[in-house]
């Protein structure tokens, strides 16, 4: 059983930063983020592969936060920087052997964290 554990949730002003931690027990070939705010479905806010370490990012985080991952593939990390009330959400880290496709659609991803909070207040 492959075991996700996201840490990192918190708190902040709109403007501050936070980093998203993800631990893995099995190495994965694509890794990515979702969030989830009330009311609204998940979305793909960043993904990473392994070959190559290319990634992909949703437009509403670009520019501000950053995917990366540690050279093993079992770290998965998130910088958020110049965050926005509107970055609130859980957040979720999930994981695929598969790739290809579109990267934001979460039947892809056959194992998941149980998420950590980001609250960011105006």
């Known amino acids: 059983q492959v075991q996700l554990a996201e840490s990192g949730g918190a708190s902040v002003q709109a403007g501050g930063s936070l980093r998203l931690s993800c631990t893995v027990s099995?190495?994965?070939?694509?890794m990515a983020w979702f969030r989830q705010a009330p009311g609204k479905e998940r979305e793909g806010v960043a993904s990473?592969?392994?070959?190559?370490?290319?990634?992909d990012y949703a437009d509403s985080v670009k520019d501000r936060f950053t995917i990366t991952r540690d050279a093993a593939g079992k770290i998965l990390y998130l910088q958020m920087d110049a965050l926005k009330p509107e970055d609130t959400a859980m957040y979720y880290c999930?994981?695929?052997?598969?790739?290809?496709?579109?990267?934001?659609?979460?039947?892809?991803?056959?194992?998941w964290g149980q998420g950590t909070q980001v609250t960011v207040s105006s």
């Open positions: 999930a994981a695929r052997w598969t790739s290809g496709g579109d990267w934001t659609r979460t039947s892809f991803y056959l194992y």
């Open positions: 099995e190495w994965a070939y694509t």
């Open positions: 990473i592969s392994t070959i190559g370490f290319s990634t």
